[in-house]
């Protein structure tokens, strides 16, 4: 496979997980619009889209006909315009998919589903005319044909060349919602039918620039968090495979120094340092916690033979290392990760949502290019470095040991991609037993135990300083 395969390849998965994320949030608000009260129906199809067996027939069949549909399209194009094809179709299908997503949030409580033959609102359904809906009456149709011609020049198969046909089908269901529109809210849906398209944008899109405007901060960090990722993605896929040695040192130089000057171009806008959880706070939960899940690490590597001899270590080599991993990976990656996307979604949505959305993205930093092997484990290591920030209260311990357990790994390991090392043999179960209990008790201890011992020492100290005050 060529580096252009191996290209392709990796942005047809980026571009397929974006979609199922996608998919998942639109079903999630399906889920909850079938427990609200039904109000204004027509068409004679109305009823079905109350109905859960609905989805789930249409739904099975819909997905097993575009599977029996997954072949490639008789084209056969050159490498040049593989290239072109590669870059405009997944820019066009990420703007689709991002249209879609953004009307579906822009909706709220207010998205459902229609068919052709029918549609039906809320009892006291409310007109939504802001974000996307104020350059298009229907944006999350325009942007599903965005995402079918993207597919259609990056995949090149006849199942999103039927996804792109579909838009007849769409017009159809669109003309059903506007009928049910206008029956219930009258002169207020022709006021806004007249001062917005249906399908293609005007030019000026002042309206659309005030919501973005009104948006609250931490949703508009993790926008901007997006756009900071999305020019590096390409780049980063094609420099894995292609780019070795010192000048892949120094291309990841450079990505750090960008990704660091974007968190605190992002971050310091909004909040203080103090907030980011750059400070000294809890540094020994940290430090102890990650000591433990580096000794794990290093057990769980050493229990291993991976075949071939480890590298060998010149002191050129270990200053790179050391300054590259404790200065540069450590520090940015929980600056950005458990520093700013931590406090966005911590600010926006609370603890759950902190944690395991800083860990979600973690892992999509490092899943492309080493695998889902690797990318189950990150989600691990990611879930502890929320743990750690949530416990300490500051990133400062988890920047120390990202680095150092990064770095133990790489010396101990004789490639860093584990992928190509083939079969290795278990010499020593016992060390990987050890090891992996090592890891396991870490975020066992930061979620349950933790407070509990907190609490201990409290009790402790305040016993000790009634008795010192005793005569």
């Given at each position: 496979?060529?580096?252009?395969?191996?290209?392709?390849?990796?942005?047809?998965?980026?571009?397929?997980?974006?979609?199922?994320?996608?998919?998942?949030?639109?079903?999630?608000?399906?889920?909850?619009?079938?427990?609200?009260?039904?109000?204004?129906?027509?068409?004679?199809?109305?009823?079905?889209?109350?109905?859960?067996?609905?989805?789930?027939?249409?739904?099975?069949?819909?997905?097993?006909?575009?599977?029996?549909?997954?072949?490639?399209?008789?084209?056969?194009?050159?490498?040049?315009?593989?290239?072109?094809?590669?870059?405009?179709?997944?820019?066009?299908?990420?703007?689709?998919?991002?249209?879609?997503?953004?009307?579906?949030?822009?909706?709220?409580?207010?998205?459902?589903?229609?068919?052709?033959?029918?549609?039906?609102?809320?009892?006291?359904?409310?007109?939504?005319?802001?974000?996307?809906?104020?350059?298009?009456?229907?944006?999350?149709?325009?942007?599903?044909?965005?995402?079918?011609?993207?597919?259609?020049?990056?995949?090149?198969?006849?199942?999103?060349?039927?996804?792109?046909?579909?838009?007849?089908?769409?017009?159809?269901?669109?003309?059903?919602?506007?009928?049910?529109?206008?029956?219930?809210?009258?002169e207020q849906w022709l006021a806004y039918t007249r001062r917005v398209p249906a399908w293609l944008p005007r030019?000026?899109?002042?309206?659309?620039?005030?919501?973005?405007?009104?948006?609250?901060?931490?949703?508009?960090?993790?926008?901007?968090?997006?756009?900071?990722?999305?020019?590096?993605?390409?780049?980063?896929?094609?420099?894995?495979?292609?780019?070795?040695?010192?000048?892949?040192?120094?291309?990841?130089?450079?990505?750090?120094?960008?990704?660091?000057?974007?968190?605190?171009?992002?971050?310091?806008?909004?909040?203080?340092?103090q907030d980011l959880g750059v400070n000294t706070k809890g540094l020994w939960v940290s430090l102890l916690s990650?000591?433990?899940?580096?000794?794990?690490?290093?057990?769980v590597v050493l229990a291993v033979d991976w075949g071939p001899p480890r590298q060998q270590l010149t002191m050129?080599?270990?200053?790179?290392?050391?300054?590259?991993?404790?200065?540069?990976?450590?520090?940015?990656?929980?600056?950005?990760?458990?520093?700013?996307?931590?406090?966005?979604?911590?600010?926006?949505?609370?603890?759950?949502?902190?944690?395991?959305?800083?860990?979600?993205?973690?892992?999509?930093?490092?899943?492309?290019?080493?695998?889902?092997?690797?990318?189950?484990?990150?989600?691990?290591?990611?879930?502890?470095?929320?743990?750690?920030?949530?416990?300490?209260?500051?990133?400062?311990?988890?920047?120390?040991?990202?680095?150092?357990?990064?770095?133990?790994?790489?010396?101990?390991?004789?490639?860093?991609?584990?992928?190509?090392?083939?079969?290795?043999?278990?010499?020593?179960?016992?060390?990987?037993?050890?090891?992996?209990?090592?890891?396991?008790?870490?975020?066992?201890?930061?979620?349950?135990?933790?407070?509990?011992?907190?609490?201990?020492?409290?009790?402790?100290?305040?016993?000790?300083?009634?008795?010192?005050?005793?005569?």
């Open positions: 496979m060529d580096a252009l395969e191996q290209l392709e390849l990796w942005t047809g998965r980026l571009l397929g997980l974006f979609a199922a994320g996608v998919l998942v949030v639109l079903l999630a608000g399906i889920a909850r619009g079938l427990r609200r009260p039904a109000g204004r129906e027509s068409g004679r199809a109305a009823g079905l889209v109350r109905s859960p067996l609905f989805y789930v027939v249409v739904s099975v069949a819909y997905f097993a006909f575009l599977g029996w549909l997954w072949r490639p399209l008789p084209v056969d194009p050159s490498p040049a315009v593989r290239w072109t094809l590669l870059v405009t179709g997944f820019l066009l299908a990420v703007c689709g998919l991002g249209m879609v997503l953004w009307g579906r949030l822009a909706l709220g409580r207010e998205y459902f589903v229609s068919s052709g033959m029918g549609a039906q609102l809320f009892a006291g359904h409310k007109l939504v005319t802001q974000g996307p809906f104020a350059m298009v009456r229907h944006p999350m149709y325009l942007g599903l044909l965005l995402f079918g011609l993207g597919g259609v020049l990056l995949y090149r198969t006849w199942t999103f060349a039927f996804m792109t046909l579909q838009v007849f089908g769409l017009a159809l269901r669109a003309r059903q919602e506007e009928r049910t529109l206008q029956a219930e809210f009258g030019i000026d899109l002042q309206p659309a620039r005030i919501h973005l405007r009104q948006l609250r901060i931490e949703q508009s960090a993790l926008l901007e968090v997006g756009l900071l990722f999305l020019p590096a993605i390409p780049a980063y896929l094609w420099m894995w495979p292609n780019v070795q040695g010192e000048s892949l040192l120094l291309a990841n130089v450079v990505t750090y120094v960008y990704v660091l000057a974007g968190t605190l171009f992002i971050g310091l806008r909004r909040w203080s340092w990650g000591a433990a899940l580096i000794a794990g690490r290093m057990l050129l080599r270990v200053l790179a290392d050391l300054g590259f991993y404790l200065l540069l990976v450590g520090p940015v990656e929980e600056l950005l990760f458990r520093g700013l996307v931590y406090r966005a979604l911590l600010n926006r949505r609370g603890l759950r949502w902190a944690i395991w959305g800083s860990a979600l993205a973690f892992v999509l930093w490092h899943i492309f290019g080493q695998g889902p092997l690797v990318g189950a484990a990150v989600l691990l290591y990611g879930l502890i470095f929320a743990l750690m920030r949530w416990r300490a209260g500051g990133i400062l311990g988890a920047a120390i040991v990202h680095g150092w357990m990064d770095i133990a790994s790489l010396w101990l390991l004789p490639d860093g991609d584990v992928l190509g090392l083939g079969r290795p043999q278990l010499p020593h179960p016992g060390w990987l037993f050890l090891g992996l209990a090592l890891i396991a008790a870490v975020p066992l201890y930061l979620w349950l135990l933790h407070s509990r011992v907190e609490r201990l020492l409290q009790r402790v100290k305040v016993k000790k300083n009634i008795n010192a005050s005793l005569p």
